[in-house]
């Protein structure tokens, strides 16, 4: 997934002091809308490699037990 891009760049004519300010500039209200989707698909997909990390864990735990057992 491609990270989103804020809208504004130096060259921007409609650049003012205060234009990163949703009430002012339209583009950046939709750059707001889709960072805070993309932080929370991000998030989303930390906590389930955090969960499948924890699952190997804990999976490698057992299979070495097992072999000890076995020998």
Not at 7 to 12: L, S
Not at 48 to 66: G, I, P, S, T
């Amino acid at each position: 997934m491609a990270l989103v891009k804020p809208p504004c760049t130096r060259n921007c004519p409609r650049r003012t002091q205060h234009c990163h300010n949703p009430d002012i500039c339209p583009g950046w209200k939709r750059y707001l809308a889709a960072k805070v989707k993309q932080d929370t698909a991000i998030k989303a997909g930390q906590a389930d490699q955090r969960q499948f990390e924890c699952y190997l864990k804990e999976r490698a735990k057992y299979v070495r037990n097992v072999r000890r057992k076995g020998t």
